[in-house]
């Protein structure tokens, strides 16, 4: 597992010091013992070594005939904020295990070893181990090691109490058993699997109309939550990893669709050939009551909530429909929200698009 920078460059000129110009190198060294514990069981019996070197080893184990990698970045984005103003640090680390770890599974790819970047104002020991914490939990969920990771202090560029996260993770999947849109057929299945709430996206939306339109405490409670609007808006973001690979074992899975920013039909749109379209049915399922709050409190229509958020889908598996209960079965005992959500027919006009198909919601849900 590799070591940890706390942001050691040049050596400071005569008379000056790097803890005078804002970088606490001892503080770095703390963070680092304090968050060794949750580094070290987030791993996996190929890591090779451990805490100190500059680059983490993992040496790729098993019976591969043709392995590919698949590679995967990405942050949380101002979900962030929110945590800040909360002074809660140890869930955001599974948003951004989440956010990379299923994007790597769309294709089919085990998540085998994650890194992390964590860019913060002033390094707070005890802040930065909550962050590792939560990005090492995250890693036991999904299965994959934390490899190591960076923690650079960027003093007069940001902020004492702020801070940012990205992480790029690394994943293998069979040559001959790689998802992709070419394996989606008409008659497939679109089986839809819940979120746990925005999970990390439309963040700068839901901020704006809660927080500074609607002047909302987020530490209030709100009955429609049964909690407080801060937790409501730090629910992590369920990763799916586990369950999408227990899904390919044992059902006839064309591909997946992980449902982030762009929502549900842009998401989806991306995993279609052309020439196909996904037919969606929103009387399916009702989305959650934070939802509908920031639809009604920001007046914010339905297009754009529906390519804002998730809306209550987190991803999405298109499968063979003589294996819709099959794939039904197995997220059910695995503890996942999961319904059909429609189907893949032919488009009207085969050519239309470019590149890949499209997928259209149709109806109204039940309470929203």
Known sequence: MSDRDAGQHDAPTAGASYAAAGVDIDAGERAIELFKPHAKRATRPEVLGGLGGFAGLFALKGDYREPVLAASSDGVGTKLAVAQAMGIHDTVGRDLVAMVVDDLVVC?????????YIAIG???????????????DGCVDAGCALLGGETAEHPGLMEDGHYDISATGVGVVEADSVLSADRVRPGDVVIAMGSSGLHSNGY?????VLLDWGHMDIG???EEFGRSLGEELLEPTRIYARDCLALAAEADVRTFAHITGGGLADNLGRVLPRGLVAELDRGTWSPAPIFS?????????????????????GMVAIVAPEDTDRAQAVLTARHVDNWVLGSIKRANDPTEGTKTGSAVLLGEHPRF
Not at 122 to 136: L, M, N, Q, S
Not at 295 to 306: D, P, Y
Request: charged fraction near 30%; hydrophobic fraction near 45%; charge should be positive.
């Open 204 to 208: 700068s939306l839901a901020r704006k």
């Open 293 to 313: 709050m920031i639809a009604q409190r920001g007046r914010v229509v339905r297009e754009e909530m529906e390519r804002t958020f998730n809306m209550g889908v």
């Open 122 to 136: 002033k390094v707070v020991p005890e802040v930065v181990a909550d962050i590792v914490k939560g990005i090492a």
């Open 108 to 116: 089919g790819a085990e998540p085998l070893f994650l890194q992390d």
């Open 220 to 222: 209030g409670h709100v």
